[in-house]
């Protein structure tokens, strides 16, 4: 696992304000890291960086990443950019720093501002894509359309760099079956990685508003679960990396959340279901009163089981807990279930 350096320009830098966005709350960050509102430095940047490297422990400074989060980081001035990356450079130079990642819109990308992160040595580029449906992006205020997103992704590619997507559960007028050609078009795109939130209300979003007129409804945290459980189900298919799902719960996000789809632990909520399921197929078709032995990763044990052994319970229900007995093998794939004959 890298070690990561966060540094958040939290809504620099974008005009925009899509519906859900409250960037002041899910940017802010953990100790270290710049709070957005005003505008980090690169000296900032340059000390952040020299007291993440001091605190780490050696083990961990083999793959070291800058990671420029939150706001549109090719929307910011083009000489503040400079700064900002010119700050990592010394870094990157002395082998301390091994990659620079940052985020940004679909629309912001064009050819110049390319060319600068490549100069500036950036490797990594996520695009927030939220939908692939135009009406979805529409509603949710996104002000691009999914040409753009295409468009984004051609430029990056031609570049070379790596391409991270983040996707967004629940947005307005959005529903599985835009959810369906969302995922079908990302997987078009071939990012290296994916990213997917459950859309929250926050206080001071657009969404708040429209919410307590009743013109939207979030989506319960059960069905989030299982819309994100199919998503990583058909991005595991095509090999497409999930990196992380639902947002970093925080003191402050905690505190603005008016409604939504919100557990600290979404991911492994997800991975659990998963488990549940391909538990369930794999034990459908053993023979009653039969005895088997079932294989996962020995990582998925928590994710067998679930949070407060939530599967066990429910293969219990189903008197299918007494039919197997469970072993771990470091080379089964991760989230799957092998029958052992
Ligand atoms: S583009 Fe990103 S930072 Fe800008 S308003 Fe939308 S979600 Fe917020």
């Not at 985020?103 to 500036?120: A, K, Q, V």
């Amino acid at each position: 696992m890298p070690l990561v350096i966060p540094i958040f320009i939290s809504h620099l830098g974008c005009p925009h304000r899509c519906l859900f966005c409250n960037q002041h709350v899910i940017g802010t960050p953990a100790a270290g890291a710049v709070v957005g509102g005003r505008q980090v430095s690169g000296i900032e940047v340059g000390s952040i960086i020299t007291t993440w490297l001091a605190r780490s422990r050696p083990g961990n400074r083999g793959q070291v990443q800058v990671a420029f989060y939150g706001g549109s980081f090719t929307g910011l001035a083009a000489d503040y950019q400079e700064e900002l990356l010119g700050a990592v450079r010394p870094f990157y130079d002395k082998g301390l720093v091994s990659e620079i990642r940052l985020s940004t819109r679909p629309d912001f990308i064009h050819s110049d501002g390319l060319d600068r992160l490549l100069r500036h040595r950036v490797t990594i580029l996520e695009l927030g894509v939220q939908s692939c449906d135009d009406q979805v992006l529409r509603r949710s205020g996104r002000g691009h359309g999914h040409g753009a997103t295409c468009a984004a992704v051609d430029m990056i590619r031609a570049r070379g760099l790596q391409l991270g997507i983040q996707l967004m559960l629940g947005l307005p007028g959005d529903g599985f079956g835009t959810l369906r050609r969302t995922v079908g078009e990302v997987i078009r795109l071939q990012p290296d990685f994916v990213r997917l939130y459950p859309n929250l209300v926050l206080q001071g979003s657009g969404l708040e508003a429209l919410y307590h007129r009743g013109g939207y409804r979030p989506l319960s945290l059960g069905r989030a679960v299982v819309l994100a459980a199919w998503v990583q189900k058909r991005f595991d298919e095509q090999g497409i990396q999930m990196v992380r799902m639902g947002l970093q719960p925080t003191l402050s996000l905690t505190e603005a959340l008016v409604a939504g789809p919100h557990h600290p632990a979404f991911g492994e909520l997800v991975q659990a279901r998963i488990m549940l399921g391909r538990t369930r197929q794999v034990l459908a078709g053993v023979r009653s009163g039969e005895q088997v032995s079932l294989v996962i990763n020995d990582r998925d044990q928590s994710i067998f089981r679930g949070q407060r052994s939530v599967n066990i319970q429910r293969l219990r229900q189903l008197g299918l807990l007494e039919r197997f007995t469970l072993r771990t093998d470091p080379d089964q794939p991760r989230r799957t279930v092998r029958l052992e004959p």
